[in-house]
């Protein structure tokens, strides 16, 4: 991926090399005012500092050297010594020209980063933090991958926790398949699930409600999860039917939000790391029993608030949560050696993961992979709780995407959009149009905070929405299919006036950005890339003529221009996981 930025900073920085400074003085961004100029480098007052020397004397040597290069057109200083630089249109050219060749799909490099996300828990219904989950995951993904990172993600599901024992109980106590308790039965068994994914969903709530009410019955859970982990065979074929079962619905809810991952592995898939990881563990005096428990300590003198030890295995012999979080280090760390592991999971899971981070630091299980938990926040209700849909009960992705779907249809005839399409074509659209409501306003907000679901406002036409950049992008996507039509060739982007200056210098910007919001895990800087480049786009548009343009070299260099945008507005909202409809 290009990076102006980039190139420019190793410029300014040889500058700083040849005045026997140190090149990363030479450090160049995007111009926080830009009436002023394009780009500055704050350098020389960092330098003058290092050096006990005068800002304004190094700016001036810096700036005397880099006036002698022919990309820029202006080299000032202002201030204390802070250095301003504009570009030539040529430069800008040159480097749009480039771009326009390519301006996605950076070459590998090199690394791998493992991304959990999804986490949805077998039998209970999909929550609003596994929807967040799964969009903002997405989206990273999907950037890193245009990055050049070899990307491995994982759905991680909730497989392997006391649920399982609470559903297998509840089974066997209302006899519902009581072959799979026969301890006399010699198998093989049954094929097919004596549940179905609805059948799950209605079980589960009773067996959690059934737990939460008698003692007995949730210790009768408790064992019957400890032997399903011990390896009860008419359990575990029970589980293997819940697994089942609800991959299927899974897969189709997924599908629905055009959510894809590599590898359906579970908390239950590194079964057979565990016992030899609590071996090791105990043997290199890491993990010690306290209270019944076994456990690693992982407090430090200096926390705020004490950490309490990640518990491996309880008094009675389950695992837990955070022991196959451990093991599962070790098995990413076994299979792809990654470079990083991004944990795209609430934040309210912090301290969970600071426990594994800490524990596997302490092991030294994670190899050269440096650990991450990317948090976010809750997605509300209008009345400001955690989102539930309007029956108040499980929210699943297909019904909250019907909705939002709705909600666009509903839109698409106010505007008068598609009214002369086929009926599937506008369900389409409307497919498209819902799903960039709900992912782009999940995406624009920073991932920490968190916001109100109000679909009518995310579906709006106008503003910082989903819908608005889609159609942003149609539009010229009809334009430059007019063109065609008229024979009218593009050529390559040209800056020729002010707004079409800015509309390149921010295209030039794309792979600067890119860098930035993978480097912070921020979709929100996608987001207000895309919709910056819109806006800037149509002040270009409403000052210009393309198609009426009566020069044909101009003509093809803005049509040029206009099919650059589009290719890169494309590609910014692909990353957002949004696609752009034929024509709306
Ligand atoms: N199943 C978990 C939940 O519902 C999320 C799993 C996240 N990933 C992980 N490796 N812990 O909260």
Same mark, same amino acid.
């Given at each position: 991926?290009?990076?102006?930025?980039?190139?420019?900073?190793?410029?300014?920085?040889?500058?700083?090399?040849?005045?026997?400074?140190?090149?990363?003085?030479?450090?160049?961004?995007?111009?926080?005012? $830009?009436?002023?100029?394009?780009?500055?480098?704050?350098?020389?007052?960092?330098?003058?500092?290092?050096?006990?020397? &005068?800002?304004?004397?190094?700016?001036?040597?810096?700036?005397?050297?880099?006036?002698?290069?022919?990309?820029?057109?202006?080299?000032?200083?202002?201030?204390?010594?802070?250095?301003? !630089?504009?570009?030539?249109?040529?430069?800008?050219?040159?480097?749009?020209?480039?771009?326009?060749?390519?301006?996605?799909?950076?070459?590998?490099?090199?690394?791998?980063?493992? +991304? %959990?996300?999804?986490?949805?828990? +077998?039998?209970?219904?999909?929550?609003?933090?596994?929807?967040?989950?799964?969009?903002?995951?997405?989206?990273?993904?999907?950037?890193?991958?245009?990055?050049?990172?070899?990307?491995?993600?994982?759905?991680?599901?909730?497989?392997?926790?006391?649920?399982?024992?609470?559903?297998?109980?509840?089974?066997?106590?209302?006899?519902?398949?009581?072959?799979?308790?026969?301890?006399?039965?010699?198998?093989?068994? $049954?094929?097919?699930?004596?549940?179905?994914?609805?059948?799950?969903?209605?079980?589960?709530?009773?067996?959690?409600?059934?737990?939460?009410?008698?003692?007995?019955?949730?210790?009768?859970?408790?064992?019957?999860?400890?032997?399903?982990?011990?390896?009860?065979?008419?359990?575990?074929?029970?589980?293997?039917?819940?697994?089942?079962?609800?991959?299927?619905?899974?897969?189709?809810?997924?599908?629905?939000?055009?959510?894809?991952?590599?590898?359906? &592995?579970?908390?239950?898939? /590194?079964?057979?790391?565990? $016992?030899?990881?609590?071996?090791?563990?105990?043997?290199?005096?890491?993990?010690?029993?306290?209270?019944?428990?076994?456990?690693?300590? /992982?407090?430090? @003198?200096?926390?705020?608030?004490? !950490?309490?030890?990640?518990?491996? /295995?309880?008094?009675?012999?389950?695992? !837990?949560?955070? #022991?196959?979080?451990?093991?599962?280090?070790?098995?990413?760390?076994?299979?792809? %050696?990654?470079?990083?592991?991004?944990?795209?999971? %609430?934040?309210?899971?912090?301290?969970?993961?600071?426990?594994?981070?800490?524990?596997?630091?302490?092991? &030294?299980?994670?190899?050269?992979?440096?650990?991450?938990?990317?948090?976010?926040? #809750?997605?509300?209700?209008?009345?400001?709780?955690?989102?539930?849909?309007?029956?108040?009960?499980?929210?699943?992705?297909?019904?909250?995407?019907?909705?939002?779907?709705?909600?666009?249809?509903?839109?698409?005839?106010?505007?008068?959009?598609?009214? %002369?399409?086929?009926?599937?074509?506008?369900?389409?659209?409307?497919?498209?149009?819902?799903?960039?409501?709900?992912?782009?306003?999940?995406?624009?907000?920073?991932?920490?905070?968190?916001?109100?679901? @109000?679909?009518?406002?995310?579906?709006?036409?106008?503003?910082?929405?989903?819908?608005?950049?889609?159609?942003?992008?149609?539009?010229?996507?009809?334009?430059?299919?007019?063109?065609?039509?008229?024979?009218?060739?593009?050529?390559?982007?040209?800056?020729?006036?002010?707004?079409?200056?800015?509309?390149?210098?921010?295209?030039?910007?794309?792979?600067?950005?890119?860098?930035?919001?993978?480097?912070?895990?921020?979709?929100?800087?996608?987001?207000?890339?895309?919709?910056?480049?819109?806006?800037?786009?149509?002040?270009?548009?409403?000052?210009?003529?393309?198609?009426?343009?009566?020069?044909?070299?101009?003509?093809?260099?803005?049509?040029?221009?206009?099919?650059?945008?589009?290719?890169?507005?494309?590609?910014?909202?692909?990353?957002?996981?949004?696609?752009? $409809?034929?024509?709306?």
């Amino acid at each position: 991926m290009t990076s102006l930025a980039g190139e420019l900073s190793r410029l300014v920085g040889q500058a700083f090399a040849a005045e026997g400074l140190s090149e990363h003085f030479g450090q160049v961004q995007v111009s926080d005012r $830009p009436d002023l100029a394009q780009y500055q480098c704050n350098g020389a007052l960092a330098a003058a500092k290092a050096a006990k020397a &005068n800002p304004r004397a190094i700016a001036e040597k810096i700036a005397a050297r880099l006036k002698a290069e022919a990309i820029f057109a202006k080299v000032e200083i202002a201030g204390p010594g802070f250095l301003n !630089l504009d570009l030539r249109d040529e430069a800008l050219n040159a480097r749009a020209a480039v771009l326009a060749g390519r301006p996605f799909g950076a070459t590998t490099n090199g690394k791998t980063v493992v +991304i %959990d996300f999804g986490g949805p828990n +077998i039998a209970k219904p999909m929550a609003v933090h596994h929807l967040r989950s799964s969009i903002i995951g997405d989206c990273l993904q999907r950037l890193y991958r245009a990055n050049g990172w070899r990307v491995i993600s994982d759905v991680h599901l909730g497989d392997w926790g006391l649920q399982m024992g609470q559903l297998i109980t509840e089974i066997e106590i209302e006899r519902l398949a009581p072959v799979y308790f026969d301890p006399n039965f010699a198998g093989p068994y $049954p094929d097919e699930a004596p549940v179905s994914m609805d059948d799950l969903e209605t079980l589960y709530p009773r067996a959690s409600a059934a737990c939460k009410a008698d003692p007995a019955r949730l210790e009768a859970a408790r064992r019957a999860t400890v032997d399903l982990q011990a390896g009860r065979p008419g359990y575990r074929a029970l589980w293997r039917h819940f697994v089942k079962v609800t991959e299927a619905g899974l897969t189709r809810e997924f599908a629905s939000l055009g959510v894809k991952f590599d590898l359906w &592995n579970g908390e239950s898939s /590194v079964d057979a790391l565990i $016992p030899p990881m609590l071996e090791d563990l105990k043997t290199r005096g890491l993990a010690e029993l306290s209270e019944g428990a076994l456990v690693v300590p /992982v407090a430090r @003198d200096d926390d705020k608030k004490p !950490l309490p030890p990640l518990i491996l /295995v309880k008094s009675e012999g389950g695992v !837990l949560y955070g #022991t196959t979080d451990l093991a599962t280090v070790i098995e990413r760390v076994r299979d792809y %050696d990654p470079d990083l592991i991004l944990y795209v999971v %609430d934040h309210r899971q912090h301290g969970h993961f600071e426990q594994v981070f800490r524990a596997a630091a302490k092991a &030294n299980l994670s190899g050269k992979a440096q650990l991450e938990h990317v948090g976010y926040g #809750t997605m509300n209700g209008l009345d400001g709780k955690p989102f539930k849909t309007r029956a108040g009960g499980a929210m699943k992705l297909y019904d909250l995407i019907a909705m939002a779907r709705a909600e666009a249809e509903k839109r698409l005839a106010e505007q008068g959009i598609g009214a %002369d399409f086929s009926a599937e074509e506008r369900s389409e659209i409307a497919r498209k149009v819902g799903i960039a409501a709900v992912k782009f306003a999940d995406l624009s907000n920073h991932r920490t905070t968190d916001y109100i679901f @109000d679909l009518e406002r995310f579906s709006k036409f106008e503003g910082k929405t989903g819908p608005y950049l889609q159609y942003a992008a149609v539009r010229i996507q009809s334009m430059l299919r007019k063109a065609r039509e008229q024979g009218f060739e593009a050529g390559l982007p040209q800056v020729h006036s002010p707004e079409e200056r800015k509309l390149i210098l921010q295209l030039l910007a794309l792979g600067d950005w890119l860098a930035a919001a993978e480097e912070k895990r921020a979709p929100n800087m996608l987001c207000e890339y895309a919709f910056e480049l819109a806006q800037n786009f149509s002040r270009f548009y409403g000052e210009h003529h393309v198609l009426s343009e009566p020069d044909p070299d101009l003509r093809a260099a803005r049509l040029g221009l206009c099919a650059l945008v589009l290719a890169v507005l494309t590609g910014v909202l692909g990353l957002l996981g949004i696609e752009i $409809p034929e024509r709306m």
